[in-house]
Structure formats: structure tokens, C-alpha cells
């Protein structure tokens, strides 16, 4: 079983930028899909984004498009959001989440889950 460990939240002015950080340990997770998700108060857990295994295709909720960038360093077994022009309406805790299967978008496909991290974007 994987661990899965975020870190790089925090408290931002809207506008500004953070990069999340999440660390597998226990074996690699390059032969797997990984994203990550954002639970705001009251909201139910959502997608943000993720990126295959195979190829790296990305894929990005609407909302986030063009501000948001997902990466992976198999090497470092280490999954990575750069996020910019950050808006109040990002404020969640951001989870990262692995999934067996080559693409992966809903939350059912993800079976292993980090604690998540804290991003709040003030006004």
C-alpha cells in the first residue's frame, strides 16, 4: 500500500501562488495515475486535476484551467500542483490521490489517499 503525504498549503493573498507537494512512499507510483482533489467546508470532495502514467496526459477541471499545472517526478516518486492566480473560491483542503487505472478523473477511481493540505486564499 502506498503512503501519500501533501505538503506546501497555506494561507495566500488572492492572486498569488503556491506549489503543492505530495510524497509516495512504499513503491513507486509510476506505473499509476495520480491527481488531486479539494474539499471545501460544507462541499463535497472534487476533482482538480491528474496525470496518467501512460504518456502523462493531464487532465484539468474547468475551473482551474490555465492557472493551475500539474506535474509528476517519478524519479522522486513525488506528484506536484503549481498553482497561480489563486481566488478565494480555491480555499479547500487539497488531497492527492492515486488510481490503478490509465486515466482517471472521479473521485471513485482514486483508491489511495494523502491527510490532505490546507489552502486558504484571502480577498
Known amino acids: 500500500q502506498v503512503q501519500l503525504v501533501e505538503s506546501g498549503g497555506g494561507l495566500v493573498q488572492a492572486g498569488g501562488s503556491l506549489r503543492l507537494s505530495c510524497a509516495a512512499s512504499?513503491?513507486?507510483?509510476?506505473?499509476?495515475?495520480v491527481g488531486w482533489f479539494r474539499q471545501a467546508p460544507g462541499k463535497e470532495r472534487e476533482f482538480v486535476a491528474a496525470?496518467?502514467?501512460?504518456?502523462?496526459?493531464?487532465y484539468y477541471t474547468d475551473s482551474v484551467k490555465g492557472r493551475f499545472a500539474i506535474s509528476r517526478d517519478n524519479a522522486k516518486n513525488t506528484l506536484y500542483l503549481q498553482m497561480n492566480s489563486l481566488k478565494p473560491e480555491d480555499t479547500a483542503v487539497y488531497y492527492c490521490?492515486?488510481?490503478?487505472?490509465?486515466?482517471?478523473?472521479?473521485?471513485?477511481?482514486?483508491?489511495?489517499w494523502g491527510q490532505g493540505t490546507q489552502v486558504t486564499v484571502s480577498s
Open positions: 512504499g513503491r513507486t507510483f509510476s506505473a499509476y495515475t
Open positions: 490521490a492515486e488510481s490503478p487505472s490509465p486515466i482517471a478523473t472521479m473521485l471513485s477511481d482514486f483508491d489511495s
Open positions: 496525470i496518467g502514467w501512460i504518456g502523462g496526459s493531464t
